[in-house]
């Protein structure tokens, strides 16, 4: 009886009133994604990131973009201001812009009676157009030097820049001929023995000059190159590099420059720049293993305190520090000095450096790091190089 209810209930079951009434249909939009309400979202979102990396980048950015800034910055008076000129920069030369589109030819002599070869320079219209501006600022800024103290009279300036290539050598240049234009006698030093470049700028010989008045091998006045435009403008140029010369220059360069401004109106000074780096030791550093080296440096505007230390020391074979505190994660450089069978001696750097952050790291050495290190030392190997080579 049981099975036989069971079989009905079942029956029952199959047997089911329901049919289908409508059939289905698609929705004529989809319920999910909300992309209207996705890209409200993203463009919020965007925006607060955009804005938040602009004031992060205010924050950050330490360039310095009107004269007021710097006031504040450096607690200094700005005397004045120049266009920026890298790109005709060529065209600067201060023999152009005083002669302007005409030529100037004729022999000139320096003190010693040693002749200069002839020069004639031709100056576009379009270049002496282009330097007016730039002439201009000069003379306002000359004005302003020269205004600044009413109580005494100015002989001697002397003009520097915090890094190469920033166009020190450039003003002085046209600062001293803008002056001997005015019917002054100046004199025009070029006292950067490692980078001269007054030479190049004035197109006068750089074989005698500065090196060899220091070092007492000739007067400071036979040394001299008296250009012809602007009359009354005298120029002493560098002359060879030498490391001798480069000792002597704090007390013989000061002697040099007090008498020569009683010989003449102003006295112009240019100045090597100023390092990148310092050796900040209170005391100076005696070469040994175990001696500390204590830098402050600057790295892309970032200073960076460096600590070395002289682990290995053997004179005049090899030498090698590694760096205890600084930007690197490992910093361990050899110096070692052999013959080369020719008498002179082969001079070698082996730096095994390897920088942190990992990938961030890797990054920065492709981008940057290595091009630096080779353009430093690049120039050390010339610099060392044009010092043995006159010294």
């Known amino acids: 009886m049981r099975k036989i209810k069971e079989?009905?209930?079942?029956?029952?079951?199959?047997?089911?009133?329901?049919r289908v009434a409508d059939p289905a249909r698609p929705g004529l939009k989809p319920v999910f994604p909300k992309i209207w309400l996705n890209l409200l979202l993203a463009f919020l979102a965007s925006t607060f990131?955009?804005?938040?990396?602009?004031?992060?980048?205010?924050?950050?950015?330490?360039?310095?973009?009107?004269?007021?800034?710097?006031?504040?910055?450096m607690k200094t008076e700005v005397i004045g201001s120049l266009p920026a000129v890298k790109d005709w920069r060529r065209r600067l030369s201060p023999i152009n812009a005083h002669i302007g589109a005409g030529r100037l030819s004729g022999p000139r002599l320096n003190g010693n009676g040693a002749g200069v070869k002839d020069l004639a320079i031709v100056a576009g219209e379009t270049g002496y157009q282009a330097l007016s501006t730039y002439e201009e600022a000069i003379r306002t800024l000359r004005n302003s030097i020269l205004l600044t103290d009413f109580d005494r009279r100015l002989r001697s300036i002397l003009l520097t820049s915090a890094s190469p290539s920033e166009g020190k050598s450039t003003v002085a240049a046209h600062l001293a001929a803008t002056h001997a234009g005015q019917g002054k006698r100046t004199l025009l030093i070029d006292g950067d023995l490692r980078r001269p470049s007054v030479h190049r700028l004035y197109q006068v010989p750089n074989?005698?000059?500065?090196?060899?008045?220091?070092?007492?091998?000739?007067?400071?006045?036979d040394a001299l190159v008296r250009m012809p435009e602007p009359e009354g403008l005298d120029i002493l140029p560098a002359g060879p590099s030498t490391r001798r010369a480069s000792d002597l220059i704090g007390t013989g360069l000061a002697e040099l420059v007090e008498e020569a401004a009683r010989e003449y109106d102003l006295v112009v000074l240019d100045a090597p720049p100023l390092?990148?780096?310092?050796?900040t030791n209170e005391e100076?550093?005696?070469?040994?293993?175990?001696?500390?080296?204590?830098?402050?440096?600057?790295?892309?505007?970032?200073?960076?305190d460096w600590l070395t230390r002289i682990d290995e020391w053997e004179p005049g074979v090899r030498f090698v520090d590694q760096q205890l505190v600084g930007p690197y994660r490992l910093w361990h450089h050899t110096h070692t000095f052999e013959p080369d069978?020719?008498?002179?001696?082969?001079?070698?750097?082996?730096?095994?450096?390897?920088?942190?952050?990992?990938?961030?790291?890797?990054?920065?050495?492709?981008?940057?790091?290595?091009?630096?290190?080779?353009?430093?030392?690049?120039?050390?190997?010339?610099?060392?190089?044009a010092i043995l080579e006159t010294g």
């Open 284 to 304: 100076p550093v005696e070469m040994r293993a175990g001696a500390l080296i204590q830098y402050r440096l600057k790295l892309h505007g970032l200073p960076i």
């Open 207 to 221: 074989s005698v000059g500065l090196s060899n008045v220091l070092l007492q091998q000739i007067s400071w006045r």
């Open 275 to 279: 390092l990148g780096f310092a050796v």
């Open 7 to 18: 079989a009905g209930i079942n029956a029952s079951f199959q047997n089911s009133s329901i």
């Open 49 to 73: 990131l955009a804005v938040g990396i602009a004031v992060v980048s205010d924050v950050l950015d330490n360039t310095v973009r009107d004269p007021d800034q710097v006031t504040r910055l």
């Open 341 to 385: 069978g020719a008498g002179g001696t082969l001079m070698r750097d082996l730096v095994r450096y390897a920088l942190p952050l990992g990938p961030l790291g890797d990054v920065a050495h492709r981008a940057f790091v290595r091009r630096d290190l080779a353009r430093i030392f690049d120039y050390r190997r010339d610099a060392v190089g």
